[in-house]
C-alpha cells in the first residue's frame, strides 16, 4: 500500500519478477485505463454497472470507493490462493485495509506501506508517469491524503524516495525472503 507515485507498480513488478512463485491478485477498478496497462493484468477495468453487479453477488473481499472511482479485491483471486498455501500479494487502499484487518489474522498477512515523501513527489511522479488535467491533479491530491492514512496501519515501511528505488527494491525482496521461509 502506498500513495500514488510511490513507486508501488515498480516495486510489486520487481519482486513478481524475482519470485515466479507468489501470486498477484489483480484487482478491479472502474477507472479509466492508462497508457501501457493490460486488461487482466493490471487490474480487471469494470463499468459501474459490473462492478456493482459484483458488489451485489459479494464477489468481493473488499472494496474502496476514491475520487469518483471503485477498487476492489476478489474473493476468487485471493481465498481459494490463500487455502492452497500460496502466497498473494494485493494492492490495497484504505478502505480495504480496514476491512481484510478483520478477516485475515496477523499471523496470515504482512502490510508494506510504499513511502516515497511528501505530495510535491508523488505529484513530479504522477505527472511524469501521463498527462492528466488539473482537475485529475487534484483529485490524486485528495486521494494521497487518503491514502497516506495508511501508514500507521503498516507492519512494515519501505522508503522510496527519489533515487531510491533499487534500495527500496532490496527490502522488499528481503521481506518476501522472510515471508516465503516463514511459509515452508
Given amino acids: ?6 513507486g508501488k507498480g515498480s516495486i510489486l513488478s ?8 507468489l501470486t498477484f491478485a489483480v484487482s478491479c477498478t472502474t477507472r479509466t485505463m492508462r497508457p501501457g496497462e493490460v486488461d487482466g493484468k493490471d487490474y480487471h477495468f469494470l463499468s ?9 453477488k459479494k464477489e468481493f473481499l473488499e472494496w474502496a470507493e476514491f475520487g469518483g472511482n471503485r477498487y476492489g479485491s476478489l474473493k476468487s483471486e485471493i481465498v481459494e490462493r ?5 502466497i498473494v500479494v ?10 481484510l484487518l478483520e478477516i485475515v489474522p496477523k499471523v496470515n498477512r504482512t502490510l508494506i506501506f510504499i513511502d516515497a515523501g511528501d ?10 508517469r501521463a498527462p492528466i488535467s488539473e482537475e485529475q491533479l ?15 496501519y503498516a507492519d512494515i ?28
Fill in 119 to 128: 505530495w510535491e513527489i508523488s505529484k513530479a511522479r504522477a505527472l511524469a
Fill in 82 to 86: 490463500l487455502k492452497s498455501g500460496q
Fill in 1 to 6: 500500500m502506498g500513495p500514488t507515485g510511490s
Fill in 157 to 184: 515501511v519501505i522508503a522510496n524516495p527519489d533515487g531510491g528505488l533499487e534500495q527500496a527494491q532490496k527490502e522488499m525482496r528481503d521481506i518476501v525472503q522472510k515471508i516465503i521461509k516463514k511459509t515452508t
Fill in 14 to 21: 520487481h519482486v513478481l519478477e524475482t519470485f515466479p512463485e
Fill in 90 to 99: 494485493n494492492e490495497i487502499e484504505l478502505q480495504g485495509i480496514l476491512q
Fill in 48 to 56: 459501474q454497472e459490473e462492478f456493482q453487479e459484483k458488489i451485489d
Fill in 138 to 152: 487534484a483529485l490524486r491530491h485528495e486521494r494521497y491524503l487518503e491514502e497516506i492514512k495508511s501508514k500507521p
